[in-house]
């Protein structure tokens, strides 16, 4: 599992639809599931229950839904932006709203992407084929933080 | 000015011996001076004996001139009054110099008739060879008081608190809200600084800000913007709001504030704004909670239909559509209604906008979406208006996108975008050759959810128009609509008056 999706997704319908929709271009295997907010920062910072985690092994992009448990969609985000290890993680909110606040509060605080989950199947196995391409084949990491050089 | 009266450019000199000293004396430009007085003018001997008076005070007091000559003044004062006024006069006698006669009294004079009228009076002595005599100018100040006296039922009509201070910020007026507003009776507050009915912690700036006023005295908002308080006696505050206007008399500026209580409307804002937040919380629930299931309904029917397309025979395959329909058809009801919320609280940024540009632009969107559409567009000149673009556009989609849908059914379709004088004002339309409709029905045209067409026939969600017409509502303007059955419709509306400009 070198490269990965990590799903944060509350709603266990539309984790199973997220998930075959992802199935329909081979990538269903890549992707690891979050159920809610905190869990995916611990997850993500390496805290709690995942601080043995190999960092190696981040994902190549988190799908973010932002009605979340616990702590919120743009709470994890902000979260993440804070902290010097996840701050240029790739984020793609993946939200049932098209509300203006909610995309302009999102690329505020430093999402990458904005996807607005189409009620249509056809168009969310669409939605998910591109996703998948694009962030894990496609799009080019960000190194890890290198060690500063010795003077 | 004058009356005609025989002599009346001649005072009469009375039989006596400083009468006729006087008349010796007085010469052409006295009298002249004398009659020239606005006022009615008595002149009488120190001990009260009138000898000289003008046409004015024969006016006034119903004599004629003959019948005050010689008499005593006391027969011009109220029989009420009389006994204590030859007192008055041994103590002007005593201390003759130009004064106001009764200074903070009212005076009142007696006609011939016994009536009485209010008065001014005042007193200058006159010194003569033969002894002083005391002329008194009389005013009739009954306008004055009757006018007093409206203002006064005026300024305790009115439904606000009405506070006027001079310039200084003493208190010279209130009226009976003042007092029931403030908890002080009258008397505690006349005299007194403006600034107890202040909160303290505005005493600092508020004298600044009177004589801000003052240097620019007009009818206006106190504070504007501002949230400002009134104190209570008992020292509680309250929200209060309080319009200002300047009050020119002779003694100088007064400002006159009328103070409004608004505890209860900042209360039913306070009220309106949790509604509101509650509403805006619903419709955000709307967006997600309830489109979740519709994209599990309609996934999962989909997936059937395609994984398990071997187990289901034809009729099975069409029930799977019919719930992706479905499920299609409520989300877009769904955006439908969030759109037409959205339209109703957005904020109005107005600019100058040219319709015809925003109708090539969506038609451009529809003829993409269906290509083999063959539709005549015809865009008037000059479509200027000012309004919002954002729900300008909105309105242009709705009203476009319903003449595309309701024009597909004719052989020549032609949709058409221009302006017409209506009652004298411009409106703009939007006209189709499509199937149009009852003109019985045209005022339903515009209620959420109201559909003139099956749909079968032409699928819609029944919130275009009644989002278009809030729109149009939220501008100012008018929409109304003529059409027949296959006739064709068009749509007119305005953006309120002068948002449509004129060619």
């Known amino acids: 599992m070198s490269k990965h999706i990590l799903l944060v997704e509350d709603n266990p319908t539309d984790e199973k639809l997220t998930l075959r929709a992802f199935a329909r271009c081979g990538i269903a295997n890549d992707i690891v599931v979050m159920r809610d907010g905190a869990e995916a920062l611990d997850y993500l910072l390496r805290n709690g229950a995942h601080r043995h985690r190999d960092p190696a092994l981040d994902p190549a992009v988190v799908l973010l839904d932002l009605g979340l448990p616990r702590l919120s969609g743009l709470d994890v985000l902000k979260a993440l932006r804070a ?66 050089p010795l003077p | 000015m004058s009356e005609p009266s025989g002599d009346q450019a001649v005072p009469t000199a009375a039989a006596g011996p400083s009468a006729s000293a006087i008349a010796s004396e007085g010469d052409a430009l006295f009298r002249a001076l004398l009659e020239a007085a606005p006022d009615a003018k008595v ?40 006994a204590h006024h030859p007192q008055h006069r041994a103590c002007y006698e005593a201390d003759p110099r130009v004064r106001g006669m009764g200074s903070g009294l009212e005076l009142y004079a007696r006609r011939k008739d016994g009536s009485e009228f ?25 306008d004055r008081k009757l006018t007093e006296r409206k203002f006064r039922a005026l300024l305790e009509s009115a439904p606000d608190a009405m506070v006027i201070v001079d310039q200084h910020g003493t208190i010279v007026l209130v009226n009976a809200q003042t ?71 002779p003694e100088g500026l007064l400002i006159s504030s009328a103070i409004r209580d608004i505890t209860e409307r900042r209360r039913a804002a306070v009220a309106l704004a949790a509604a509101n937040r509650e509403l805006e919380a619903f419709s955000y629930a709307v967006a997600h909670d309830l489109r979740a299931p519709l994209r599990g309904m309609n996934g999962f029917a989909q997936i059937l239909a395609d ?23 409520m989300a877009r009801l769904i955006d439908a209604l969030l759109g037409l919320a959205r339209v109703a609280r957005i904020e109005l940024r107005p600019q100058a906008l040219d319709l015809a540009a925003l109708a090539r632009s969506v038609i451009g969107e529809l003829q ?3 290509p083999h559409r063959i539709v005549k567009a015809v865009y008037g000149k000059q479509l200027f208006a000012t309004a919002d673009p954002e729900l300008v556009r909105v309105l242009l989609q709705n009203l476009l996108q319903n003449a595309w849908k309701f ?72 929409i109304w609509a003529q059409g027949s059955v296959n006739g064709g419709a068009t749509f007119y509306f305005t953006f309120g008056d002068g948002a449509t400009e004129h060619a």
């Open chain 1, 83 to 148: 902290s010097e290890t996840t701050r240029l993680l790739p984020v793609v909110i993946l939200t049932s709203s098209r509300e203006e606040e909610d995309i302009i509060r999102s690329y505020s605080l430093g999402a990458n992407a904005y996807v607005r989950k189409p009620v249509s199947f056809a168009e969310f196995a669409e939605a998910a084929k591109t996703l998948g391409m694009f962030w894990l084949l496609l799009n080019e990491r960000a190194p890890a933080q290198r060690r500063s």
């Open chain 2, 43 to 82: 002149i009488t001997t120190a001990d009260g004996r009138i000898i000289l008076i003008n046409s004015q005070t024969e006016r006034l007091f119903g004599y004629r001139r003959a019948e005050l000559i010689g008499q005593m003044v006391e027969l011009l004062v109220p029989e009420r009054l009389r």
């Open chain 2, 118 to 142: 209010p008065v001014e009076i005042s007193l200058s002595p006159l010194r003569t060879s033969s002894g002083m005599l005391v002329s008194s100018a009389i005013r009739d100040i009954t």
């Open chain 2, 179 to 249: 007092e029931k507003m403030f908890g002080y009776p009258r008397a505690e507050l006349l005299g007194q600084r403006v600034e107890s009915l202040v909160p303290r912690r505005f005493h600092g700036a508020h004298p600044g800000h009177r004589a801000a006023y003052t240097a620019s005295p007009k009818f206006r908002e106190m504070g504007t913007g501002l949230e400002l308080f009134g104190l209570r006696k008992d020292g509680s505050e309250f929200p209060i709001e309080i319009s200002l206007s300047p009050i020119e008399t």
């Open chain 2, 307 to 329: 994984e398990y397309a071997d187990k289901l025979d034809a009729d099975g395959q069409d029930c799977l559509r019919e719930i992706q329909q479905s499920a299609e058809r």
């Open chain 2, 368 to 370: 993409a979406a269906e």
């Open chain 2, 407 to 478: 024009s597909a059914k004719v052989p020549a379709a032609v949709i058409e975008i221009g302006r017409e004088e209506h009652a004298g004002l411009p409106a703009f339309y939007v006209r189709d050759n499509g199937a149009g409709f009852d003109p019985a029905y045209a005022d339903k045209l515009f209620a959420p959810f109201q559909r003139l067409h099956g749909a079968a026939e032409f699928p819609g969600t029944g919130i275009g128009l009644a989002t278009v017409q809030r729109i149009v509502q939220r501008h100012g303007g008018r």
